[in-house]
Nanobody, 126 residues
Framework: VQLQASGGGLVQAGGSLRLSCAAS????????IGWFRQAPGKEREGVSC????????YYGDSVKGRFTISRDNAKNTVYLQQNSLKPEDTAVYYC????????????????????WGQGTLVTVSS
């Protein structure tokens, strides 16, 4: 049972990236998936969450209007489209599953999740 985040890289401010979160050993289609990020010296921050069906999505205030979460259950993959990137978006991004179908009010709390991907680094230059 594993999650694999990918798609990070170096991009200039204002640019875009699409992160992917692929599952192996289990099917993502039954579970809500969260994206988190952690910058050096900072706590892990909840970025976004998508319900198992994809019908419900949630975003942190710092990324609302710039990031879009989506999923393709046929490909067992969840995506995080990042547009209008800012230097303060620089962080290691992680995807996670907590074994729940939906994102609840505490979706941004890392304690809710028990399966984590290894992270992918996003660096935004000014």
């Amino acid at each position: 049972v594993q999650l694999q985040a990918s798609g990070g890289g170096l991009v200039q401010a204002g640019g875009s990236l699409r992160l992917s979160c692929a599952a192996s050993g289990f099917s993502l289609e039954y579970y809500a998936i969260g994206w988190f990020r952690q910058a050096p010296g900072k706590e892990r921050e909840g970025v976004s969450c998508i319900s198992s069906s994809g019908a419900s999505t949630y975003y942190g205030d710092s990324v609302k209007g710039r990031f879009t979460i989506s999923r393709d259950n046929a490909k067992n993959t969840v995506y995080l489209q990042q547009n209008s990137l800012k230097p303060e978006d620089t962080a290691v991004y992680y995807c996670a599953s907590g074994g729940l179908e939906d994102c609840y009010s505490d979706y941004a709390s890392p304690a809710v999740y028990d399966i984590w991907g290894q992270g992918t680094l996003v660096t935004v230059s000014s």
